[in-house]
């Protein structure tokens, strides 16, 4: 596999869009089953997309997985699985899972329509390419890896063949940036804020993550994702809204899903 990490030269220029037009990418991981989140950010982000694209895990965790595969059926233009829709659709050990995420896991196996559980079973494995974009769940090698460290996005570029990369798994909103040099960590969206863009300077490679539509982890409880829109001037913007977690958390139970899947939506851990 050719990369563009540290050892590799520029090779390949950033999507170009016929003529210079804008294009606008709705980016989206980590759903999780939660539909009031889901609702919130596809408000928040409006219309005019051109491409929307999902790094996995449409289901684990929440109360609405039939919604939000749904919604992915009908809007997303490229979707990769995720290691909860592997599991959730039997493709996976489940003795490998926590017991909380073991009992998401078969809760939503037994409540995915059959035609919801084929979609999720024939999602394809990542890296995924689209208009020279690559998409992927944890790492390029594995959907069950995850890319937390600078060191493991280090070995991630390597493993690339675009410049920029969207991943997803480990709920935290931000990412790195390899600058020819060294490896930069993108920081999260402040709490404070809900927006915060970076400007993508084509002879760098980034790997970037939305943040987690449906069940963020890095303290924030507010919905992640991210939009991506290049006109000649490439540009993401982490996003963050507010939704209603109160809704989410009721719904979980009254699954009778474990408990504690209800709490940390309120704590975004
Ligand atoms: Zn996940």
Known sequence: ????????????????????????????????????????????????FDRIVCCGDLVGYGADPNPVVEWVRDHCH??????????????EDLEWFNPVARAGAIWTGQNLSPEN???????????ALLDGLQILHGSPWDEDDYVAAAHEAGDAFGYLESRLAFFGHTHLQGGFIWNQSRIETIPPVSHRHGRQSIEIDPSCGYLINPGSVGQPRDGDPRAAYAVYETDGRAAVSYRRVTYDIE?????????????YLAERLGVGR
């Open 247 to 259: 809704s989410a958390q009721k719904k979980i139970h009254q699954a009778g899903l474990p408990p």
């Open 117 to 127: 559980a084929a979609y999720v079973r024939e999602l394809p494995k990542g890296p």
């Open 78 to 91: 490229l979707v990769v699985r995720g290691n909860h829709d592997k599991a959730c659709s039997g493709q």
């Open 1 to 48: 596999m050719v990369g563009i990490g540290p050892a590799e030269a520029p090779r390949r220029r950033l999507n170009e869009s016929p003529g210079g037009l804008l294009v606008r990418y709705l980016i989206l991981s980590d759903l999780h089953a939660n539909w009031e989140a889901l609702e919130a950010v596809v408000r928040d982000a409006g219309p005019g």
